[in-house]
Each structure stands twice: as C-alpha cells, then as structure tokens.
C-alpha cells in the first residue's frame, strides 16, 4: 500500500511555469512507473506523462511535447512535472498514479493502482 500526494498547483498567467511533485509514501516499489494525468471540468481524464523509475524512460502526450518535462528523484521517492509555456487549455486537476509491475497502455487510468488526491492548476490571465 502506497500513498501519493501531490503539490504545487495554483494559479499562473499564460506563458508562466509551474512545477508539480508528487511524494511516494508507505510500501517501497522494486518496480513500478508513475504517471501524470489531468482531467479539466466536463472532460475525461488525460494522460499526460509517465517516467519508469528503472531504466530513465519518459514519455509524453502529444499536446505537451517539449512544454512538459517529467523528472524523478529516487531517493526522496519524488516526480516532478515541470510545465512550461502554460495555455488556458492547461487548466486541469493533475492528478499523480503509480503502476506496479508491467503496464502495457500507460494512457489509460486504468492501467495505474495507485492515486493522489489532485492539485488544481489554472491558467488564466
């Protein structure tokens, strides 16, 4: 069992960076992926992200690529989601989810076993 909290959401203006964590507490995972979703009031819930905690692979929805950068740091138990040039259309609930052992969809939420609780991040002039 394993308990995901997320941080660093709030409100910015368009063009402006944010900078989400997501802290990994309870059970220590021998393998497993963490991934980013959001999910924006009246839509379903997006893949954003995934980093693998073995190997350094890193992977991006399109909308996102070279605006977003997923990071990690294994002995604090830490991802990160860095986001950069951030558009109205950013504006979301992230939402942090871990997967253990094999996945073979990461963009589908139900592939991960693991949730945080969300952090808001509006972006709005």
């Known amino acids: 069992q394993v308990q995901l909290v997320e941080a660093g959401g709030g409100l910015v203006q368009p063009g402006g960076s944010l900078k989400l964590s997501c802290a990994v507490s309870?059970?220590?995972?021998?393998?497993?992926?963490m991934g980013w979703f959001r999910q924006a009031q009246g839509k379903e819930r997006e893949f954003v992200a995934i980093?693998?905690?073995?190997?350094?692979?890193?992977y991006y929805t399109d909308s996102v690529k070279g605006r977003f950068t997923i990071s990690r740091d294994n002995a604090k138990k830490t991802v990160y989601l860095q986001m950069n040039r951030l558009k109205p259309e950013d504006t979301a609930v992230y939402y942090c989810?871990?997967?253990?052992?094999?996945?073979?969809?990461?963009?589908?939420?139900?592939?991960?076993?693991?949730w945080g609780q969300g952090t808001q991040v509006t972006v709005s002039s």
């Open positions: 989810a871990a997967r253990l052992g094999s996945i073979y969809d990461y963009t589908r939420p139900y592939e991960y076993n693991e």
């Open positions: 980093i693998s905690w073995t190997g350094g692979l890193a």
């Open positions: 309870g059970r220590t995972f021998s393998t497993y992926h």
